[in-house]
């Protein structure tokens, strides 16, 4: 599924990362604790979560996620949007939330990390 | 042998994370096999997050050998007091700030443990902790 394809069923804004629509992503895995994320976290994740503060993109260049969607509308930090553009990890915002979302994407057969 | 040492400062969460993101940084410019590139510097962001929640101050060591890689964290703070409790899964004394950063699920130590290929851990209460995280980088580790 490309990310384009995730910005439409998730209705999403993409907030940086115009360039990457055409991204393939595979799996998907979703938390706001970013500790649970670094342990089932694999390269080419695509990370939702609903934590906007700049460590949410760290822990997404720590374990190579290939895009964050942010949930509920939210939209992250400043200093968060920086830290994406100098490690060109895409973000999105998407109006739905987290169980939605996921929801959504799953059923659209964009699989679990724990899947893969 | 490349040997570098880091200063962490505690409760500073604006950079909390840096030390890390400079270390995956150097790794890959050495060339160091992806896959334990990835394993360290969750140990790394981990380890440091540990210190910028708990501790006062502390560094962390980088030293890299041809076979392995070796991070040294030893920071001054209010150390450990139980150590096999801290080392569970989801046992935290994370505050509500820690918490609001996405950390203190009490998966720190077990995610340092799981990707590392050595740990070992010791504390002082009222002093503070010491870990050591070793990484072998001729063999693949499970």
């Known amino acids: ?116 | 042998m490349f040997y570098q040492c880091f200063e962490i400062e505690g409760k500073d969460f604006g950079n909390a994370g840096n030390v890390s993101t400079q270390i995956k940084e150097i790794l890959q410019e050495i060339g160091i096999d992806p896959p334990i590139i990835r394993r360290a510097a969750i140990a790394a962001y981990e380890a440091e997050m540990n210190v910028v929640m708990y501790a006062d101050r502390g560094k962390l060591i980088l030293s890299l050998t041809p076979r392995k890689l070796h991070f040294k964290v030893e920071d001054e703070g209010p150390g450990i007091e139980d150590i096999d409790l801290a080392m569970q899964e989801g046992y935290s004394t994370a505050t509500e700030e820690m918490r609001e950063m996405g950390f203190g699920a009490g998966m720190g130590l077990p995610n340092i443990k799981k990707n590392a290929d050595q740990f070992d851990i010791s504390s002082t209460v009222g002093k503070g902790t010491l870990l050591n995280i070793v990484f072998f980088l001729d063999q693949k580790k499970k």
Do not use: W
């Open chain 1, 1 to 116: 599924m490309t990310l384009r394809e995730i910005k439409e069923i998730l209705q999403a804004e993409i907030i940086y990362g115009d360039d990457h629509l055409e991204d393939k992503i595979e799996f998907a895995g979703a938390s706001d604790l970013m500790s649970d994320v670094l342990a089932f976290g694999k390269p080419g994740i695509l990370l939702l979560t609903g934590l906007t503060n700049a460590q949410s993109v760290r822990t997404a260049d720590i374990i190579e996620a290939k895009a964050i969607v942010y949930v509920r509308g939210k939209v992250p930090d400043k200093e968060a949007v920086e830290m994406a553009k100098n490690k060109g990890i895409p973000i999105l915002s998407s109006k739905h939330m987290m169980y939605k979302a996921c929801g959504l994407l799953y059923s659209h057969g964009l699989l679990g990390v724990s899947e893969i």
